[in-house]
């Protein structure tokens, strides 16, 4: 069973907006999208800025250092599913926001079930392409 920590009061983040939250040893990007909250590792597994700082559109955001996008639902790269990032579980009680102090999609265990199935592609957003000659 996965402890909660709580972070922040309903309306602490602006819709449309992340916010980043230090639990335990890690910072963790909690976004309001809409009324509904999600919630991945806050260092971009590029060169580590903070996604709580991207621009979030239609359930991605985009690394503002470099402009890597990731799915917040699911934590995958939208130019490659192969590479993740962890997802936490969010639960509202009351007018508390909290957070799973672990991982509940752990980004390592997913690159290791895209190498078993060889998914590929892209998130469902995602337009683009893999395009790996820039990075
Ligand atoms: S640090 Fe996020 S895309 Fe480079």
């Not at 699911?74 to 590479?83: F, H, K, M």
């Not at 009680?93 to 799973?100: A, E, K, N, Y």
């Not at 672990?102 to 290791?112: E, G, M, N, S, Y």
Request: charged fraction near 30%.
């Amino acid at each position: 069973m996965e402890d909660f920590v709580l972070v922040a009061k309903v309306g602490d983040i602006e819709p449309g907006k992340g916010k980043s939250f230090e639990v335990g040893d890690r910072v963790i990007a909690i976004f309001n999208e809409d009324g509904v909250y999600r919630a991945i590792d806050d260092m971009c597994p590029h060169m580590g800025a903070s996604l709580a700082t991207g621009f979030l559109e239609q359930s991605e955001v985009s690394c503002p250092w470099h402009g890597w996008r990731f799915d917040i639902r699911d934590g995958s790269w939208c130019d490659n599913r192969t590479l993740k990032t962890d997802v936490f579980e969010i639960r509202i009680d009351g007018d508390q926001i909290l957070v799973s102090s672990a991982p509940v999609i752990k980004a390592k265990d997913q690159l290791d079930a895209n190498k078993e199935s060889e998914s590929g592609g892209g998130c469902e957003n995602c337009q683009s392409t893999k395009d790996t000659d820039d990075e």
